[in-house]
């Protein structure tokens, strides 16, 4: 079974970039499509992007100018960075495996909570 | 962007009634649509895939249906463990995924 771990800072700070990575176990990082979700405190899901393991990614339009999603395959793992952060970007931030076909999100990280103040 | 209307935001319930919650696309999506349930503090969790085959593992009190833009999950009998909040979810031909606001079941 696929299992997933969030990691990351906790705090950013205002106009800076937020970086988390997913660090994957029980299966390699070249299988599956990669996502990240986020989910403001109190507020429903939002999906911000997913890798495919060719490395083509496809992003949230309403995000698209500010992350990026990467993978790195050495280490079983792969990143989300989004720039320019504001307080509305304060939020758990999950990743999660993703079937290709259907879109459907079956196994996720525990969530981590990243918030933006200065 | 395709939107997902969900309806009811939150509905109260008891153990043993049957409950339904909808979803409406804004556009045709096929059968591309996923039902998660979120419990408090937790990640979510996969129910429903293809709008109406069940996850591995998950009790057959769980059911989806729909096609083109209007889909239906309903559980058959409440259970104590079922009251949390949960989410449609649409995979559109662009490859993108957009949530549901959300339906909280509670008592």
Redesign the interface.
């Known amino acids: 079974q696929v299992q997933l771990q969030e990691s990351g800072p906790g705090l950013v700070k205002p106009s800076e970039t937020l970086s988390l990575t997913c660090t994957v176990s029980g299966d390699s990082i070249n299988n599956y499509q990669w996502?990240w979700i986020r989910q403001p405190p109190g507020k429903?899901?939002?999906?911000i992007g997913?890798i495919y393991h060719s490395g083509s990614t496809?992003y949230?339009?309403s995000l698209k100018s500010r992350v990026t999603i990467s993978t790195d395959a050495s280490k079983n793992q792969f990143s989300l960075k989004l720039s320019s952060v504001t307080a509305a970007d304060t939020a758990v931030y999950?990743c999660?495996s993703?079937?290709i076909l259907?879109?459907?999100?079956?196994f996720?990280?525990?969530?981590t909570l990243v918030t933006v103040s200065s | 962007?395709i939107e997902m209307t969900q309806s009811p935001s939150s509905l109260s319930a008891s153990v043993g009634d049957r409950v339904t919650i909808t979803c409406q696309a804004s556009q045709d999506i096929n059968n591309?649509v996923?039902w998660?349930q979120?419990k408090s503090g937790?990640?979510?969790?996969?129910l429903i895939?293809?709008a109406s085959k069940l996850?591995s593992g998950v009790p057959s009190r769980f059911s989806g249906s729909g096609s083109g833009t209007d889909f239906t999950f309903t559980i058959s009998s409440l259970q104590p463990e079922d009251f949390a909040t949960y989410?449609c979810?649409?995979?559109d031909r662009h490859?993108?995924?957009?949530?549901?606001?959300?339906t909280k079941v509670d008592i």
Do not use: H, M, R, V
Request: no cysteine; net charge negative; charged share 15%.
């Open positions: 996502s429903g899901l939002q999906w997913y496809n949230n339009p999950y999660a993703s079937e259907t879109g459907a999100l079956d996720w990280g525990q969530g | 962007d591309f996923n998660y979120q937790k990640a979510p969790k996969l895939y293809d996850d989410y979810q649409q995979y490859l993108a995924l957009t949530f549901g606001g959300g």
